[in-house]
């Protein structure tokens, strides 16, 4: 192999976001604690369209004080829209909430509002019905565990 073509393949390989630029989505895997509000959170990056370049994101945030659930936080909403029980498998694993319960905080969210589990949503924004992979469930314990403090 000639010097330069291997030098191409080098930078290629180690360029940084080359592997999440091939993926539709995925998740940061290490949760951040947050102590101001006193949970843990990864970010969930998607591309509501195949051909977008440029991702969005959700929060997925896990709370000490609930530790059964990762709930979905919309940044751009500004609300709660479900949550992943923890440990589920199957189809019965997402419970997503009505437009009308959700809330920016969540002791505004009533836990009856929260439906029986089901499968996974679809990729929010898209139209492709293609379900959100389940979130990483390596959720720490409490904040000395957490691999970075914001």
């Not at 947050?34 to 990864?42: E, G, I």
């Not at 909430?97 to 499968?119: N, S, T």
Request: glycine content about 4%.
């Amino acid at each position: 192999m000639r010097p330069i073509a291997f030098l191409a393949l080098a930078v290629a390989a180690f360029a940084p976001g080359r592997e999440a630029s091939a993926q539709r989505q995925y998740y940061e895997t290490t949760y951040t604690y947050s102590p101001t509000h006193q949970y843990y959170y990864v970010r969930y990056y998607y591309r509501p369209v195949v051909t977008t370049e440029e991702y969005s994101y959700h929060y997925c945030i896990y709370y000490p004080s609930h530790p059964r659930y990762i709930y979905y936080y919309n940044p751009t909403r500004q609300v709660y829209w479900g949550r992943y029980e923890i440990g589920s498998g199957g189809e019965k694993r997402y419970s997503i909430l009505a437009e009308k319960d959700r809330k920016k905080d969540l002791k505004d969210i009533p836990e009856d509002a929260f439906p029986k589990p089901a499968g996974m949503p679809d990729i929010p924004e898209s139209k492709d019905k293609v379900a959100i992979e389940p979130p990483p469930e390596n959720v720490p314990k409490d904040a000395k565990d957490a691999g970075k403090k914001e």
